[in-house]
């Protein structure tokens, strides 16, 4: 089945206590990337990733680091989180053509809750 | 500041109804347009895309895309009670074919 695998779901941890959320697809796709949704400011991209080991900002990338040294894995770490991190988190992937940016299939999303 | 604009509603209809879901953008060279359905607490599940202007139908969902006036509409036939959720525009930024500009939703309730 193609899917796209994020853990863990759901998280509650301490402000500076390093995290990593791993995202796992098998559809073999170039383009993944990261998002964080929170109420009344909708979907923002934190990082995105056209291909292994090329990576690049979003919208929001402060506090966040990713690295994409398969294919398959692009995990999102928190190198020292803070409660303005706790957020939805959603994992998404996509073939990458011509004509660029094709649907995203996304991840069931991990819930992170920073105290 | 590139943006895609969707009223955030709720959009009541009845069930059996015809549900219009509209969505402005204000990057004129955008190539693609995405439509994206999101339960409560669940991740947003693709809906349709379209490329063309002109219309596209799968199913009981019909995409609409008019470039020259920048706007893409979903239109959901016959309205079951299971289609209430969120519905989310997504719109390629215009020069930059890694990126989408994401709308906030519109909150579709159907009404057995």
């Known amino acids: 089945e193609a899917q796209v695998t994020q853990n863990p779901r759901y998280l509650i941890t301490v402000t500076g206590k390093k995290l990593t959320v791993t995202c796992s697809q098998n559809m073999n796709h170039e383009y993944m990337s990261w998002y964080r949704q929170d109420p009344g400011l909708g979907l923002r991209q934190i990082y995105y990733s056209m291909n292994v080991e090329v990576t690049d900002k979003g919208d929001v990338p402060e506090g966040y680091k990713v690295s994409r040294k398969e294919k398959r894995n692009f995990p999102l770490i928190l190198e020292s989180p803070s409660p303005n991190q706790t957020s939805l988190y959603f994992c998404?992937?996509?073939?990458?053509?011509?004509?660029?940016?094709?649907?995203?299939?996304f991840g069931d999303g991990t819930r992170l809750s920073i105290l | 500041q590139k943006e895609v604009e969707q009223n955030s509603g709720p959009l009541s209809v009845p069930e059996g109804a015809i549900a219009s879901l509209n969505c402005t953008y204000s990057?004129?060279?955008?190539?693609?347009f995405f439509w994206y359905r999101q339960y409560s607490g669940k991740s947003p599940e693709l809906i349709m895309f379209?490329?063309s202007n002109g219309d596209k139908e799968d199913g009981r969902f019909t995409a609409q895309l008019n470039k020259a006036s920048q706007y893409v509409s979903l239109l959901i036939r016959d309205s079951q009670p299971s289609d209430s959720a969120t519905y989310l525009c997504?719109?390629?930024?215009?020069?930059?074919?890694?990126?989408?500009?994401w709308g906030l939703g519109t909150s579709l309730a159907v009404n057995p």
């Open positions: 998404a992937s996509s073939l990458f053509k011509g004509r660029g940016n094709q649907p995203q299939h």
């Open positions: 997504a719109v390629q930024e215009a020069g930059n074919n890694r990126k989408l500009i």
């Open positions: 379209i490329y």
């Open positions: 990057d004129r060279g955008s190539q693609s």
